[in-house]
């Protein structure tokens, strides 16, 4: 059944019921997870939690459906390709009654219930010469007469219709070229014209705007003064349904033609000096999509319906038929606008995410992007505002300086792996590459570096140990016990003493035991005893280590330490006697301990396992670090799609956009930069910067980007533009013929190319370039180089609203004291789309 559905929607005044329809319509009610009933296998949705109720099967292959605000029974319209509209409640007495058909056969177009009178329902038809579009029926009156005063749009087109939310007012897209309203509060009904193609998607938000669409264009509207829209938003694709959250005051969404996204608008309006400016932060979300999908093929989006009253939650179908119960997750890409700070897209506080998901309301695939995992997350975000935080990490430059004083310790300990694997392959080459795991082994050399020799070792004398190690060595082996952060065994006494330094006396013992070194891990755990705050798990362990003097089978000493193992907690400690007690090179207990990083259980493989181990090791690390969303598997998969999966995971456990974004541009810029998820990543945390004004470091990104991506120094891609001839006006795009000519006028009044005036500054009413004589050659010591040696000052501005400017200087001077264009006949507030107190404006020359 799930091929043929093509529409979906929640019933708005009956909470747990929604309505399917396609090829047939049918009705579910949301259950429990645990309230589960029997039902026919082709009603069933693998998805989400819901029980079959009923189906109606006289209206196959509808043209369009809209559920009624009755509250007490699910009463739904039916609009037919032939134009017959029927109205039924799934029962299964027939009422016939309840079935309209127009005098002239044509297409139902669209449907709206009225919300304050639940019976009243209009209907949108197709053209019909002599025939009108729009017909208003009363259901509880029986059908429409032929003529009177419910029927409107004779020889017209209703493309889609709503209904005011507060008065009687239809409000109707017509013809593919204007927006009609029709004020049915009196006997004789007033309609009022507005001239716009964005006929579609007509919706009214909870406080009163009105939009509509065509093609890529969004149209905004207030329905008090509807004379002008209030905001034009632009798209990339074309719409395919508008729709406001009801539980949101201005939060708009959108679905697009062939994409699987989400898009969300924030819509806000502010007063600025006795005038109201609309503002809007655009945000996507892949709903479908999770770490075990890299493909977005056939999760397309075809239909959303919001539900009524819990907050945020909505339906979803994708093109294949997919149902998905949907609730927004909490973003990082909360903003606020440059007035006022004003908050924009605000989401539910981080800490009671996981408390608002309802009991009745989610199946499986609702918990996707919803769910925190506080392994992962760091533990203070939990407390504090992820969007401050955000903040705070941006205006430090993270991910742009090595020093990170915000950071946690789990995202010290990523970026410091990462920079190690970075720092010695100059690209992110995972230890799964290194170590040719998955690789076809033909390659001669390759063949003649992978020999792996095998060794056994020797327990130190004064250990009684029957059993022998056998450790493993090669050259790929080498290399990546390197990049785990071991040192080979010549610089084994130096790296231990490091970590001493560093206080990480447990570890330093860990290691020594795991090169059979006891007597200098007890040592270490002694120091240990003098520098630590809680000695007696220290004293305690290493005297437990120097009386290992007994043949490692022996039970008892296996047993006291599986026991104690529960009391100790410290990992490292716990690693030491599970590595001492292990039998028959089944060295689990230690390669499971997650307590120890990831790069020293995978240093521990490389010594201790053979090659079929350490590659079924490997693999399932990989594996584990895509369904935690552990981003030290990064140093596992590198830059490969595994390592974007992981990137993946980790961005649906803990929101943390920015960090994956910056991943990406440090450590993906190769082979996989172009892949649709990191483009997605890095273009919302750009948008994000701009959303909060952080220009300077959205520039600082782009240029870390394009340093990255490549060697050479890229060309010019900005320039001043000549408005006739479109060429560029600047001295440092042309030749060295006409540059040198151009440097002995030393004058840009016109442009080098056709020759036609340049644009005069509003102020000073010279022509853009004149100011270029002003400073002779050698002032200052430098000879005059055209634009290139002038201040800052001097350089041409304008405003991105009215596109009126001038030079800095003059607009700086100029904005200290007002506020409006310096063009007489242009009341555009140019200044205040910056926010910035004039009275902070420096002196730039």
Not at 61 to 74: E, G, L
Not at 142 to 154: A, I, Q, R, T, Y
Not at 243 to 266: F, G, K, N
Not at 780 to 805: A, I, M, N, V, Y
Request: aromatic share 10%.
């Amino acid at each position: 059944m799930s091929a043929n559905i093509h529409g979906l929607f929640w019933f708005p005044n009956l909470a747990d019921k929604f309505v399917l329809w396609g090829q047939e319509i049918t009705l579910y009610e949301v259950r429990n997870k645990t309230d589960r009933q029997a039902e026919p296998v082709k009603y069933r949705l693998p998805n989400i939690s819901a029980n079959f109720l009923a189906t109606e099967n006289r209206y196959q292959y509808a043209r369009v459906v809209q559920p009624s605000y009755h509250k007490h029974r699910p009463i739904i319209a039916v609009g037919l390709g032939d134009g017959k509209v029927g109205v039924c409640d799934f029962h299964d007495v027939v009422d016939n009654s309840w079935e309209y058909t127009p005098r002239q056969q044509r297409m139902c177009l669209s449907l709206a219930w009225n919300e304050l009178d639940t019976n009243v329902l209009a209907i949108g038809h197709d053209r019909y010469r002599s025939d009108s579009c729009i017909t208003i029926w009363d259901i509880e009156h029986g059908l429409p007469k032929e003529s009177g005063p419910n029927f409107f749009g004779v020889s017209e087109s209703a493309h889609s219709l709503c209904w005011d939310k507060n008065h009687r007012v239809l409000i109707a897209g017509m013809n593919q070229k204007q927006i009609k309203l029709f004020d049915l509060r009196q006997n004789t009904a007033t309609c009022q014209s507005i001239q716009t193609k964005t006929v579609y998607g007509l919706a009214v938000a909870p406080n009163g705007y009105l939009c509509s669409f065509f093609d890529s264009i969004i149209m905004l509207w207030d329905l008090r003064a509807i004379d002008r829209p209030l905001k034009q938003i632009q798209s990339a694709k074309n719409h395919l349904q508008l729709s406001w959250c009801p539980t949101r005051s201005s939060l708009l969404t959108s679905l697009q033609r062939e994409s699987p996204y989400i898009t969300l608008y924030d819509i806000r309006c502010v007063d600025v000096e006795n005038s109201r400016e609309v503002y809007s932060v655009k945000k996507q979300l892949l709903p479908f999509h999770t770490k075990y999908h890299g493909s977005h093929k056939g999760y397309t989006l075809t239909a959303l319906s919001w539900h009524n009253t819990d907050f945020e939650r909505a339906l979803l179908l994708s093109e294949t038929g997919n149902v998905m119960d949907f609730r927004l997750p909490i973003s990082i890409l909360t903003a606020s606008t440059n007035h006022k700070k004003l908050p924009l897209l605000l989401q539910r506080p981080l800490s009671n995410a996981s408390q608002n998901t309802p009991a009745n309301g989610s199946g499986d695939f609702a918990t996707i992007g919803t769910t925190i995992n506080s392994h992962i997350i760091d533990s203070n975000l939990l407390k504090e505002d992820l969007v401050k935080e955000t903040r705070e990490r941006a205006l430090s430059d993270y991910g742009l300086k090595t020093d990170a004083k915000r950071l946690s310790a789990y995202l010290k300990n990523v970026w410091f792996s990462l920079a190690n694997l970075y720092r010695m392959e100059e690209k992110l080459t995972g230890l799964k590459t290194i170590l040719g795991i998955g690789i076809s082994h033909t390659s001669e050399a390759f063949m003649n570096t992978s020999r792996i020799e095998s060794h056994v070792l020797q327990w130190p004398d004064f250990i009684n140990n029957s059993n022998s190690l056998i450790c493993y060595r090669s050259e790929q082996r080498d290399k990546a016990l390197k990049l785990c952060g071991w040192a080979f065994e010549q610089d084994l006494e130096r790296f231990i003493s490091t970590l001493c330094e560093n206080k990480e006396y447990s570890r330093a013992a860990m290691i020594y035991v795991f090169h059979l070194k006891i007597l200098g891990a007890c040592d270490i755990l002694s120091k240990a005893v003098d520098q630590s705050r809680d000695p007696s798990m220290f004293r305690i362990a290493a005297i437990a280590l120097s009386s290992f003097n007994a043949d490692r089978s022996v039970a008892i000493w296996r047993n006291q330490r599986s026991m104690a193992n529960m009391q100790i907690q410290d990992a490292h400690l716990r690693t030491i006697f599970s590595f001492l007690t292990t039998e028959n090179e089944n060295y689990d207990s230690v390669l499971m301990e997650e307590g120890i990083s990831l790069a020293d259980r995978v240093a521990f493989a490389c010594k201790y396992l053979s090659e079929n181990k350490l590659s079924d090791y490997v693999k399932l690390q990989i594996q584990k670090s895509i369904e935690k969303g552990d981003l030290n598997g990064l140093l596992l998969t590198g830059e490969s799609h595994d390592g974007i999966n992981i990137l993946q995971a980790y961005m649906d456990s803990t929101f943390d956009m920015q960090t994956v974004a910056l991943i990406a541009i440090n450590y993906f810029h190769r082979d996989l930069y172009n892949d649709q998820r990191i483009q997605f990543w890095i273009t919302s945390y750009m948008d994000c910067l701009n959303s909060w004004g952080f220009w300077e470091k959205r520039a600082e990104l782009e240029i870390k980007i394009a340093n990255l991506r490549s060697s050479n120094r890229p060309a010019r891609t900005v320039y001043l533009s000549c408005n006739f001839c479109s060429k560029s006006v600047s001295n440092a795009s042309q030749d060295d013929r006409l540059r040198t000519a151009s440097s002995n006028v030393n004058k840009l009044s016109s442009c080098p190319s056709c020759r036609k005036p340049l644009p005069r500054c509003s102020l000073c009413l010279l022509h853009m370039g004149t100011t270029l004589n002003t400073f002779p050659a050698g002032e200052d010591g430098h000879e005059s180089l055209g634009w290139q040696s002038k201040p800052f000052s001097r350089w041409f501005s304008w405003c991105q609203t009215c596109r009126h400017g001038g030079h800095t200087e003059h607009l700086m001077q100029w904005f200290r004291q007002n506020s409006e264009c310096p063009v007489s006949s242009c009341s555009c507030r140019c200044f205040d789309l910056d926010a910035i107190n004039p009275a902070t404006l420096h002196d730039l020359s």
